[in-house]
């Protein structure tokens, strides 16, 4: 289909996905979560008519606005990278990806921008209640924005519900509903979400903490953090149960990815999740050294963890690249054999189409179908490929799932002395709770890679190559514009950043006068 | 229901729902046409931020719409979102670098420790008013003129030229539709202002601006548009869909399709006399007139762009490369889908009209200006 690979163009356009993303990452959780712990604040106001409570859902909705703006000015961003960067894939998959897109925008974006106007204008303009089932929508529209842009991200994911048509050289969506229910989706719609909760919380937690050492909002701070801290806890432990399901799809649906993040080279039964663990550099594929210099397992967990049974053979890297007749595993040079013969059967279907010759065209295309299943392994020339970069994923994730369960205990901790009113007592534990909040994005981040990073080297796994799905265009663009948007949005978070510390520092009292520089 | 429908019937369905948001678009930009006329409806602070939080709050409409327009490009015709975007890249990225711009300077403006200064913000807001606008419109003219690309037989697209989108500004009517559209979405921003703000003075000098802008925006336009009817334009054959340049293409759609050609009528007829009644007999109701006739045009010129066997995304570098409602739609599975979601769309009309009619019952004035407890830009 593509005759020239061009690296530099395939890395930096990798990299300006990634940069653009990773900065939207620093806003959208915040948008996902503090929205609901706005609503609830208000809804205590709206409740009770106590004025202290009105004025913490303003001071929350000040912020909220300072970050939600500039969300919205990467996401747009990323948005439009799909088609200015990666243009084959955009028409390659875009008959199923493009919909969700669409979908988020008439179903969520509008939700979103109608009512975030009622939320910051509407104060004394509409009623209380009105105004308060606005924030609710805004809530809403933003779970259902991330519902949308996750399913289709889940597709990459784990791709179904669709065809391969060789007329029009795409696939095609033939089951909207294996797509928008598919188990992978959910789960990663359920577990995406909470950690923007669990951010969203910390934030909250961080800012009122940092009151409470200062000796100011006492009220505001102390109220807030058992809202933010009880939000945190539950989305916390939630986000524990949906990591568990996240596993487990990925255990059946992209084992280099589960091998790699395990360091798992040699398949086992029975296998072992390893707690902790330092892997050996220089360990290659198949040299049967051993992959850690220490190791703390847990015996069996991987096995129950991925397939829900303590005996089950987990493949390792050396199974899923060298293969493994006894577990019934195609090595990867196999599937490279067998993708090649799917796209020379497409190549001589076209040319069978174009030549009018009917026969020659069907038995092309019953070729081509036997070997669809690998197709995207013909564009591989090295059968190593297969597997993501082991200790990124590796360490990436127990990043992730460390910081996860400190969270747990950091929320049960500030919940219970919040409630027993010796927050203020315990500096040591607010200092820690600022801390946090920086680690939420850490782990989060972290999370990202595992997933983005893991899959590699698939746009859609199995069935089209990163390397394949660019914007057939010269890399010096790509470099250009890489650039271009690492200042542009450096500058503006910097911007951002200073503009939310300042707010902050002047406090609600402030923040009611205008919290402007007039 | 929808399932039954062919797929060349939900293709121009689909053309027609984007050509609907589009042409909303095109009306919403009266927020970009407004931030090009801060400084000069606003003389001092009080004025500025006035103008500021009149067009302020509704630009996330205008960029939600944006945004639904590319989406919707996307779902119903991939191939143009793959070849466009991925061809004229630098338009297309210098036009992103604009709406980020924007997307945080109404926020940020005022804001304390906003680093940058409240100048620098509304030069940003200057910069998405005139350079986004304009590069719309120069890219939009480009489905009338053509691009250099030339389309695989798998589809995918390869752009001729380096300059990958630059190339666009070499060509005066792509640059006239550009022109036209910043004037005229500087028209609008006067008129939305003039009926939005309560304050004498900022519509005095609206006024003076919507016929100033008025004036250009038709020399732009009518320049533009009387070169398309007269040219040559890339019609495709029904059965063969064989691309062939006919003369008066877009002429000839005009003739042929009477529905389309009343609505330009009548949207021409709109804008001028919204213009009119507010430079004439001072009246602030313009937007009403000018808005949906602005509307109606722009509805009319998608209809003969991309119905009656036109090429929507013509390639000047090799024809049959070009692109149709036919060959760039997705499948007829996932036109039905989408046709199912766009049902949403009149919900969304009705709960937007709802709440910008209870927040907009206030007109902006010097107290609500003054009033601390309100979000202000």
């Given at each position: 289909?593509?005759?020239?690979?061009d690296?530099?163009?395939?890395?930096?356009s990798?990299?300006?996905?990634?940069?653009?993303a990773?900065?939207h990452w620093?806003?959208?959780?915040l948008?996902?979560g503090?929205t609901?712990?706005i609503a609830f604040?208000q809804?205590?106001?709206?409740?009770?008519?106590d004025k202290?409570?009105?004025r913490?859902?303003?001071f929350?909705a000040k912020l909220?606005?300072i970050?939600?703006?500039?969300?919205?000015?990467t996401?747009?961003?990323?948005?439009?990278?799909?088609?200015t960067n990666?243009?084959?894939y955009?028409?390659?998959s875009?008959?199923?990806?493009?919909a969700?897109?669409?979908?988020?925008?008439?179903m969520a974006f509008f939700?979103?921008s109608?009512?975030i106007?009622?939320m910051?204008?509407?104060?004394?303009?509409v009623?209380?209640?009105?105004h308060?089932?606005?924030?609710?929508?805004?809530?809403?529209?933003?779970s259902l924005s991330a519902?949308w842009?996750?399913v289709a991200?889940?597709w990459?994911?784990?791709?179904?519900g669709m065809?391969?048509?060789p007329?029009?050289?795409?696939h095609?969506m033939?089951d909207f509903w294996?797509i928008?229910?598919s188990?992978?989706a959910?789960?990663?719609?359920?577990?995406?979400?909470?950690?923007g909760?669990?951010i969203?919380?910390f934030?909250?937690?961080?800012?009122?903490?940092?009151?409470l050492l200062?000796?100011?909002?006492?009220l505001l701070?102390?109220?807030?953090?058992?809202?933010a801290a009880?939000f945190g806890?539950?989305?916390s432990?939630f986000?524990?149960?949906?990591?568990?399901g996240?596993a487990?799809?990925?255990?059946?649906?992209?084992?280099?990815k589960?091998a790699a993040?395990?360091?798992?080279y040699?398949?086992?039964?029975?296998a072992?999740?390893v707690?902790?663990?330092?892997l050996?550099?220089?360990k290659?594929i198949?040299d049967?050294e051993?992959?850690f210099?220490f190791?703390?397992?847990?015996?069996?967990?991987?096995?129950?963890?991925?397939?829900?049974?303590?005996?089950?053979f987990?493949?390792g890297v050396d199974?899923l690249?060298l293969g493994?007749?006894?577990?019934d595993i195609m090595s990867?040079?196999e599937k490279?054999?067998?993708g090649?013969?799917?796209l020379?059967a497409?190549?001589?279907y076209?040319?069978a189409v174009a030549?009018k010759?009917?026969?020659g065209?069907?038995?092309?295309h019953a070729?081509?179908?036997?070997?669809y299943?690998y197709?995207?392994?013909?564009?591989?020339?090295?059968p190593n490929g297969i597997?993501?970069?082991?200790?990124?994923?590796?360490y990436s994730?127990?990043i992730?799932?460390?910081?996860?369960f400190?969270?747990i205990a950091l929320?049960?901790?500030?919940l219970?002395?919040?409630?027993t009113d010796?927050l203020?007592e315990?500096?040591?534990?607010l200092?820690t709770?600022?801390l946090?909040?920086?680690?939420?994005f850490?782990?989060?981040?972290?999370g990202?890679i595992v997933a983005?990073v893991g899959?590699?080297p698939?746009?859609?796994?199995?069935l089209l190559p990163?390397?394949?799905?660019t914007?057939?265009?010269?890399?010096n663009a790509?470099i250009?514009?890489?650039?271009?948007?690492?200042?542009?949005?450096?500058v503006?978070v910097l911007a951002?950043?200073k503009?939310?510390?300042?707010?902050i520092?002047?406090g609600p009292d402030?923040?009611?006068?205008?919290?402007?520089?007039? | 229901?929808f399932e039954s429908?062919?797929h060349?019937?939900l293709q121009h369905?689909w053309w027609?729902?984007m050509?609907?948001?589009?042409?909303?678009?095109?009306?919403?930009l009266?927020?970009?046409g407004g931030?090009?006329?801060i400084?000069?409806l606003g003389?001092?602070e009080e004025?500025r931020?006035?103008v500021i939080n009149?067009?302020?709050?509704?630009?996330?409409f205008?960029?939600?719409?944006?945004?639904?327009?590319a989406?919707g490009?996307?779902?119903?015709?991939?191939?143009?979102?793959?070849t466009?975007?991925g061809?004229?890249?630098?338009?297309?990225k210098i036009f992103?670098v604009c709406f980020?711009?924007?997307?945080?300077?109404?926020?940020f403006?005022?804001?304390?420790?906003?680093?940058?200064?409240?100048?620098?913000?509304e030069?940003?807001?200057?910069?998405?008013?005139?350079?986004?606008?304009f590069l719309?419109?120069?890219?939009?003219?480009?489905?009338f003129t053509?691009?250099e690309?030339y389309?695989s037989?798998?589809n995918l697209s390869?752009w001729?030229t380096?300059?990958?989108?630059?190339?666009?500004?070499?060509?005066?009517?792509?640059l006239?539709?550009?022109f036209a559209?910043?004037?005229?979405?500087r028209?609008?921003?006067a008129?939305?202002i003039?009926?939005?703000v309560?304050k004498?003075?900022?519509?005095?000098?609206?006024?003076?601006?919507?016929?100033?802008?008025?004036?250009?925006?038709?020399?732009?336009?009518?320049y533009?548009?009387?070169?398309i009817l007269?040219k040559?334009?890339?019609?495709?054959?029904?059965?063969t869909l064989?691309?062939f340049?006919?003369?008066?293409?877009y002429?000839n759609n005009?003739?042929?399709?009477p529905?389309?050609l009343i609505?330009f009528?009548?949207g021409?007829?709109?804008v001028?006399?919204?213009?009119g009644?507010?430079w004439?007999?001072?009246?602030?109701k313009?937007?009403w007139?000018s808005?949906?006739?602005?509307?109606?045009?722009?509805?009319?010129?998608?209809?003969?762009?991309?119905?009656?066997?036109t090429?929507?995304y013509?390639s000047?570098?090799?024809l049959?490369?070009?692109l149709?409602i036919q060959n760039?739609?997705?499948?007829h599975y996932t036109?039905?889908?989408?046709t199912y979601?766009s049902?949403?769309?009149?919900?969304v009309?009705?709960y937007?009209?709802?709440?910008?009619r209870?927040i907009?019952?206030h007109?902006?004035?010097?107290?609500?200006m003054?009033?601390?407890?309100?979000?202000?830009?």
């Amino acid at each position: 289909m593509i005759e020239n690979i061009d690296l530099a163009l395939v890395n930096w356009s990798r990299g300006q996905f990634a940069l653009v993303a990773m900065y939207h990452w620093l806003f959208i959780p915040l948008t996902l979560g503090m929205t609901y712990i706005i609503a609830f604040t208000q809804t205590i106001y709206v409740r009770t008519g106590d004025k202290e409570w009105e004025r913490i859902a303003k001071f929350w909705a000040k912020l909220f606005g300072i970050n939600f703006a500039i969300g919205v000015g990467t996401g747009i961003i990323l948005g439009l990278e799909f088609g200015t960067n990666w243009a084959n894939y955009s028409w390659i998959s875009g008959d199923i990806f493009g919909a969700p897109l669409a979908a988020e925008g008439i179903m969520a974006f509008f939700l979103e921008s109608t009512f975030i106007a009622v939320m910051f204008f509407g104060w004394g303009k509409v009623s209380k209640k009105f105004h308060l089932v606005s924030v609710y929508l805004v809530a809403f529209g933003a779970s259902l924005s991330a519902l949308w842009i996750l399913v289709a991200n889940a597709w990459m994911n784990y791709p179904v519900g669709m065809v391969f048509n060789p007329d029009t050289a795409r696939h095609e969506m033939v089951d909207f509903w294996a797509i928008l229910f598919s188990p992978y989706a959910i789960n990663k719609f359920l577990h995406t979400i909470t950690s923007g909760f669990v951010i969203s919380s910390f934030f909250i937690v961080a800012v009122s903490g940092w009151y409470l050492l200062k000796g100011r909002n006492i009220l505001l701070a102390k109220r807030s953090i058992v809202i933010a801290a009880s939000f945190g806890l539950l989305s916390s432990l939630f986000l524990a149960t949906t990591g568990d399901g996240s596993a487990y799809w990925v255990a059946q649906k992209q084992p280099a990815k589960l091998a790699a993040m395990e360091g798992l080279y040699e398949g086992e039964e029975g296998a072992g999740l390893v707690a902790i663990g330092l892997l050996r550099p220089g360990k290659q594929i198949g040299d049967g050294e051993k992959a850690f210099i220490f190791k703390i397992e847990i015996p069996k967990l991987l096995s129950v963890l991925g397939y829900r049974n303590p005996n089950a053979f987990v493949p390792g890297v050396d199974d899923l690249v060298l293969g493994n007749a006894g577990q019934d595993i195609m090595s990867a040079e196999e599937k490279i054999t067998r993708g090649k013969v799917a796209l020379n059967a497409l190549a001589d279907y076209k040319e069978a189409v174009a030549l009018k010759d009917t026969a020659g065209a069907e038995a092309a295309h019953a070729r081509f179908e036997e070997n669809y299943f690998y197709m995207g392994y013909g564009h591989l020339f090295d059968p190593n490929g297969i597997i993501p970069n082991v200790p990124f994923i590796f360490y990436s994730f127990r990043i992730m799932v460390m910081l996860g369960f400190a969270f747990i205990a950091l929320f049960l901790l500030i919940l219970y002395l919040a409630v027993t009113d010796k927050l203020e007592e315990n500096r040591w534990l607010l200092r820690t709770s600022i801390l946090a909040f920086p680690l939420a994005f850490l782990a989060s981040m972290a999370g990202w890679i595992v997933a983005e990073v893991g899959r590699q080297p698939w746009t859609i796994q199995g069935l089209l190559p990163t390397m394949m799905s660019t914007s057939n265009i010269n890399a010096n663009a790509v470099i250009l514009t890489f650039w271009m948007f690492a200042a542009l949005l450096t500058v503006l978070v910097l911007a951002e950043f200073k503009i939310m510390t300042t707010t902050i520092k002047r406090g609600p009292d402030n923040a009611k006068k205008g919290g402007e520089n007039v | 229901m929808f399932e039954s429908l062919t797929h060349l019937q939900l293709q121009h369905y689909w053309w027609f729902i984007m050509s609907v948001v589009g042409s909303t678009l095109v009306f919403l930009l009266f927020v970009q046409g407004g931030q090009t006329l801060i400084g000069t409806l606003g003389k001092n602070e009080e004025e500025r931020t006035m103008v500021i939080n009149s067009i302020g709050r509704k630009w996330e409409f205008t960029f939600t719409t944006l945004v639904m327009f590319a989406a919707g490009m996307f779902a119903s015709f991939p191939l143009f979102y793959a070849t466009s975007f991925g061809g004229a890249y630098y338009a297309w990225k210098i036009f992103l670098v604009c709406f980020v711009l924007q997307a945080i300077s109404f926020e940020f403006r005022r804001k304390q420790g906003n680093m940058l200064g409240q100048k620098t913000y509304e030069a940003f807001l200057y910069i998405n008013g005139f350079l986004g606008v304009f590069l719309l419109g120069a890219v939009v003219a480009t489905f009338f003129t053509g691009s250099e690309f030339y389309r695989s037989e798998y589809n995918l697209s390869y752009w001729q030229t380096t300059l990958y989108g630059i190339e666009i500004l070499l060509n005066p009517l792509n640059l006239a539709l550009g022109f036209a559209l910043l004037f005229l979405a500087r028209t609008l921003g006067a008129l939305y202002i003039i009926n939005n703000v309560d304050k004498d003075v900022i519509q005095q000098r609206a006024r003076r601006q919507v016929g100033l802008n008025a004036v250009v925006f038709l020399v732009f336009f009518l320049y533009f548009v009387i070169r398309i009817l007269l040219k040559d334009g890339f019609a495709y054959h029904p059965e063969t869909l064989e691309v062939f340049m006919e003369p008066y293409k877009y002429l000839n759609n005009y003739l042929q399709m009477p529905v389309a050609l009343i609505l330009f009528l009548a949207g021409v007829v709109l804008v001028l006399y919204g213009v009119g009644i507010t430079w004439f007999k001072e009246s602030r109701k313009g937007i009403w007139f000018s808005g949906p006739g602005t509307f109606l045009t722009v509805l009319s010129l998608f209809f003969v762009l991309g119905f009656n066997n036109t090429c929507f995304y013509p390639s000047s570098y090799d024809l049959q490369s070009s692109l149709t409602i036919q060959n760039a739609s997705s499948s007829h599975y996932t036109l039905t889908a989408m046709t199912y979601i766009s049902l949403f769309v009149p919900v969304v009309a009705a709960y937007i009209f709802f709440t910008w009619r209870a927040i907009d019952k206030h007109k902006i004035n010097d107290e609500d200006m003054k009033s601390g407890d309100h979000h202000i830009y």
